[in-house]
């Protein structure tokens, strides 16, 4: 039998870049990660016997001057304002493409106080938690078709899309949500 593995497969670039920023930061002394920088049990063992020290948003809460590392999936803003007050240096590895999905939320958000933010996205994951917390936990996520009974379809609605969610799926929810608004106008 022949195995062939895509050239595309693995870590996407965020969270590669993630893992590299780990591998150059633990050199420099103790780090912290605030979560599994990725869901990848042998490389967080892997990071874990180099030094790295995971935690979780509680133990966040309880340190004081260190180094915590924020992994690709991004941070809401309240995690910055504690780490600042507990004089926590960040390392932000936060990946590009979600820290522009962030702002452009937060801008929506902003810009457009009677409209509903929804996200597509997986109720609970860290990428979705950074991007509710763009609009102080207003935004509505919907996992799916069967979550758009959580829209009111009397205001206006912007539409969001956790980065690893797939087009097809995004774009079924779009059509959907089309249909909606054309039955409740007519």
């Known amino acids: 039998m022949k195995v062939t593995i895509d050239e595309n497969s693995g870590f996407c670039f965020g969270v590669t870049t993630a893992i590299e ?37 509680h133990q966040l809460e309880t340190l004081h001057d260190a180094r915590v590392l924020l992994r690709a999936h991004g941070e809401p803003p309240h995690t910055y304002e504690l780490a600042h007050k507990n004089g926590i240096i960040i390392i932000d590895a936060t990946c ?3 820290l522009k999905l962030q702002q452009k939320i937060k801008e929506a958000y902003t810009n457009h106080p009677n409209a509903q933010i929804v996200i597509y996205g997986k109720i609970g994951h860290a990428e979705v938690i ?9 935004a509505i996520v919907i996992e799916d078709e069967n979550d758009l009974s959580k829209i009111d379809f009397s205001r206006p609605i912007i539409l969001f899309s956790q980065t690893t969610k797939s087009i097809e799926g995004f774009n079924n929810l779009v059509n959907t949500i089309k249909e909606k608004l054309s039955t409740i106008s007519n």
């Open 130 to 138: 950074g991007l509710e917390g763009q609009t102080e936990g207003k």
């Open 96 to 98: 590009p493409v979600v």
């Open 21 to 57: 920023t780990a591998e150059r930061e633990l050199q420099k002394g103790p780090l912290f990660c605030l979560g599994d920088i990725v869901h990848n049990g042998q490389e967080v063992e892997r990071l874990t016997q180099l030094g790295l020290i995971t935690i979780d948003h």
